[in-house]
């Protein structure tokens, strides 16, 4: 476990962050509405997921970033209950996990394709509810647990299973960097931490504390944003279109919105903010056969299902047919 210390290690600033607009956008609003259910981050190795996590924990309330080593116990994750101290004196001694140390502020899992999938089905039970329960021979405890989870992920080593990536609320895709301005920019901002970070992070100091502000402003605001009809049937049509499964794209796409208006300090709920969201929501939802013009297509048929499922499944093919005239029965052959 590892606990962020700007004291000891100085963090990269989130607002010098260059050339990642859908992740931190991502990341944003994940801090906003840590109900979201998290952020899933995929990428080959050295696009800064870890870099970028690390700065946004920097932003939350207790500044605190919690690492979930990849060969963690349930115990370790969700903490303990001493039963024989239950039994004996009738109360419940309670040792906290990485969950409750995380509480407030970001709980960070590397490799979370390579975790068990029971681990990280309680994690995002955890960052969807903002509650763990930890339950032991009849005798339960629960704490609450509002934190960020953030998961990164390298594909070539590995999947998710659909179900447990339906459950990120948000997703973003990372890809190597082949503008040459942009490359540059990231080196030479990197280069300038390096060799001091305290005067880089002096030059940032400003936009981190508006940073800072927006965030507290935008969670205080969200109890008062609403959504229309135009909103709703804007999320319906996206999700519809992506053949998404069941209504959790829908929720997660409004409460997404909601927490971009907030942040943008909007007075209402718009179908852009709607826009602007879609992609993190829907990237890990949409069915492989997803076409553009998906949402007007009739269902597959068995035949199509059959190609999607079976490699090497070659369909029927249809042949022409004639009409045979005068065919005689056949005759038992005479001995």
Request: proline share 7%.
């Amino acid at each position: 476990m590892n606990l962020n210390d700007t004291a000891i290690s100085p963090v990269f600033p989130f607002a010098a962050l260059v050339g990642q607009p859908p992740l931190q956008q991502a990341l944003l609003l994940a801090a906003i509405d840590p109900g979201l259910g998290g952020v899933l981050v995929t990428g080959p190795r050295g696009t800064a997921k870890s870099t970028a996590a690390r700065a946004i924990a920097e932003l939350l309330p207790e500044g605190r970033l919690v690492t979930l080593p990849l060969g963690a116990s349930e115990e370790q994750l969700i903490g303990t209950l001493d039963i024989e101290s239950a039994l004996r004196d009738g109360g419940v001694k309670f040792s906290p996990g990485l969950i409750a140390k995380a509480h407030q502020g970001v709980l960070y899992v590397d490799e979370v394709n390579l975790l068990p999938n029971p681990l990280v089905d309680q994690l995002l039970d955890v960052a969807a509810s903002g509650v763990n329960t930890v339950e032991r021979d009849g005798i339960s405890h629960r704490h609450e647990a509002r934190l960020v989870l953030i998961g990164t992920m390298n594909p070539e080593e590995g999947e998710l299973r659909p179900q447990l990536l339906d459950r990120f609320g948000l997703a973003v895709e990372l890809g190597n960097c082949f503008d040459a301005s942009v490359r540059q920019q990231i080196v030479k901002a990197r280069l300038a931490f390096d060799a001091d970070p305290h005067a880089f992070r002096a030059r940032h100091a400003n936009e981190q504390a508006a940073l800072g502000r927006r965030i507290h402003e935008a969670r205080a605001a969200l109890a008062s944003l609403d959504f229309d009809d135009a909103v709703h049937a804007r999320v319906s049509e996206l999700c519809i279109a992506a053949q998404v499964d069941g209504l959790r794209a829908d929720l997660v796409m409004l409460r997404a919105a909601r927490a971009l208006a907030a942040f943008d300090g909007a007075g209402v709920v718009g179908v852009e903010h709607v826009e602007r969201v879609a992609d993190s929501v829907l990237k890990h939802r949409r069915r492989a056969h997803d076409t553009p013009h998906a949402a007007h297509e009739p269902e597959p048929s068995s035949r199509q299902q059959a190609n999607d499922s079976d490699w090497g499944y070659l369909p029927p093919e249809p042949v022409e047919t004639a009409t045979v005239k005068n065919v005689r029965p056949l005759q038992p052959k005479k001995v």
